[in-house]
């Protein structure tokens, strides 16, 4: 269901938080950023303050996009893990459920054979919650409680007449 909008609530939140938390603190990582294939920034945890979390999170999905490209060209599907080396800072970017991204920033402390050990265990148990935010917006689409967009009645012509 890639086209489907997914809302997550607080107690998802929370779960997503606490993982990322969780990651950050066992990869010994300088920060850990969870990013929508849209390049929304979701969750992140460890040291945000100096980093542009929304071109971060832009980036990152464009730079998904680009290898996404890549891979088709070659015959793949996509390429699931990325990793950049920089001469002190290094990031390490997968995709979870063909739907988030997420982002691993680490330096010296920490070593690549941790963080792909970390990231994999993470990835599961954050794969299970957005499979389990999917179902929930599948069964709340099924049972007609989610509400049609704002936007929904207003056409084309509606916002070309507002700019005229």
Request: charged share 30%; no cysteine.
């Amino acid at each position: 269901m890639p086209g489907l909008d997914l809302v997550l609530y607080e107690e998802e939140f929370k779960q997503v938080d606490a993982e990322l938390q969780k990651l950050h603190f066992q990869a010994n990582s300088k920060v850990v950023f969870l990013v929508d294939k849209n390049g929304q920034l979701i969750a992140s945890a460890g040291e945000t303050q100096g980093i542009d979390t929304t071109s971060l999170a832009s980036l990152t999905a464009g730079n998904i996009a680009a290898t996404g490209g890549m891979a088709k060209l070659i015959g793949e599907k996509e390429f699931s893990i990325l990793f950049h080396e920089g001469e002190k800072d290094n990031i390490h970017i997968s995709v979870i459920g063909q739907r988030v991204i997420l982002v691993v920033i680490f330096d010296q402390r920490s070593s690549l054979g941790l963080i792909r050990l970390r990231v994999k265990k993470a990835s599961e148990i954050l794969g299970r919650i957005f499979e389990d935010i999917v179902s929930k917006a599948e069964r709340e689409r099924e049972e007609g409680k989610v509400p049609e967009s704002p936007f929904a009645e207003i056409s084309d012509e509606d916002i070309d007449n507002l700019f005229k």
